[in-house]
């Protein structure tokens, strides 16, 4: 059973760049989410994806965007990069889309904007 | 909405020393309670959680956390730390409706030798 991975695992984008991360979901598990998580804080809710729907959002623009493929994996798109965007980007993944399953996490992706 | 509080940005403890690791948390409504650990230079892992039943919940590696409802807590506790338990931990809750967790700043636990 493969566990959740994360592409590229480093990135270095110019401000004002857009930059796409990738994430395969555990086999099996349907959901998705997506964490920023800031150096020395705790990660942040970003959004969730259940069977292809964008199902919950935390408090961020709309320049932060996704998509879920039939495949279950995840892509997280981030416009017009802001220097304050520099952080670890972790995705996780559940076998469903209630509360309590454990959320198993890829190693992310540090997107670091110059 | 809801919230954590980890109060100690970082605990320091000698190996075989028994450590607690603090977490309060803010709801409105009833939450499952979660912990996680992370080495450096990697994704969140976890290590125990609490659902529903008894209050008090263990890992496989020793450590353990009690829920206290009237103090909303769940404190993560270990009767004697190992090297490899140096790492930052993160307490985290999520309500029953919606599968976000909230975490919080995390506590970076270092084992002296």
């Known amino acids: 059973e493969t566990g959740v991975t994360q592409s590229p695992t480093h990135l270095i984008k110019t401000r004002g760049q857009q930059v796409t991360l990738r994430c395969s979901s555990q086999?099996?598990?349907?959901?998705v989410s997506w964490y920023q998580q800031a150096l020395g804080q705790g990660p942040q809710f970003i959004f969730q994806?259940?069977?292809?729907?964008?199902?919950g959002r935390g408090n961020f623009p709309p320049r932060f965007s996704g998509l879920q493929f039939p495949n279950y994996s995840s892509e997280l798109n981030v416009n017009a990069l802001e220097l304050d965007d520099s952080a670890l980007y972790l995705c996780?993944?559940?076998?469903?889309?209630?509360?309590?399953?454990?959320?198993?996490f890829g190693q992310g992706t540090r997107l670091t904007v110059v | 909405a809801q919230s954590v509080t980890q109060l100690d940005s970082q605990v320091p403890v000698f190996e075989e020393a028994p450590v607690e690791l603090r977490c309060n948390y803010s709801?409105?409504?009833?939450?499952?309670l979660f912990w996680y650990v992370q080495y450096p230079n990697q994704g969140l892992q976890l290590l125990l959680k609490y659902l529903s039943g008894s209050t008090l919940v263990e890992s496989i590696n020793g450590f353990e956390a009690e829920f206290n409802k009237s103090q909303t807590s769940f404190h993560l506790r270990k009767p004697s730390v190992h090297i490899s338990d140096t790492a930052e931990y993160f307490c985290?809750?999520?309500?029953?409706?919606?599968?976000?967790?909230?975490f919080g700043t995390g506590t970076r636990l270092q084992v002296f030798p």
């Open positions: 709801s409105s409504v009833s939450v499952y």
């Open positions: 994806y259940y069977r292809e729907e964008e199902n």
């Open positions: 996780a993944s559940r076998p469903q889309d209630r509360g309590g399953t454990e959320a198993f």
């Open positions: 086999s099996g598990h349907n959901t």
């Open positions: 985290a809750v999520s309500d029953l409706r919606t599968d976000k967790l909230i």
